[in-house]
């Protein structure tokens, strides 16, 4: 009964371990894939002036041999909100996706934006940072009330 037990461990474990390899081959990237090829992964707004424009733009291009489809855009807040492209982007054209970061709040951000999509990379991450500052305060200069006489 041991030797029986013992065989059938060993077939098991053999056919897990055959089983995992050949999920690792059936997941090689497609040649074919839509592949993205980003300007820039990062935009530094910078330092900036409070309820400035917030919008910038992240641009891409298909270098793939299909059609890149945008499933969807999630940002790490929801103060950064991201606008995807509706139609798919050929290979070989170009693409944009526009983020706005609300910039009514005063100091530092670092926010990541999570592209969802049917390339070879199918979870593509770029990021937005920057200060926004506080308005500077008009200074009132006090005349004085001393008359001379």
Aim: hydrophobic residues 35%.
């Amino acid at each position: 009964m041991k030797k029986i037990m013992t065989l059938l461990f060993i077939g098991l474990i053999s056919m897990s371990i055959n089983a995992q390899e050949k999920t690792v081959s059936e997941t090689a990237a497609d040649p074919n894939a839509p592949v993205f090829e980003f300007e820039n992964d990062v935009i530094d707004y910078g330092k900036i002036a409070q309820n400035a424009d917030g919008l910038r733009v992240f641009k891409f291009k298909n270098v793939g041999k299909s059609p890149l489809v945008i499933e969807r855009i999630q940002s790490s807040c929801g103060c950064t909100v991201p606008k995807k492209p509706t139609d798919p982007i050929m290979p070989g054209a170009t693409g944009e996706i526009e983020v706005k970061y609300a910039t009514n709040r005063v100091g530092g951000f670092n926010k990541t934006i999570t592209i969802f999509s049917n390339a070879t990379e199918p979870t593509k991450t770029v990021r937005i940072k920057g200060i926004v500052l506080k308005p500077e305060s008009p200074v009132v200069k006090n005349k004085s009330t001393v008359s001379s006489k």
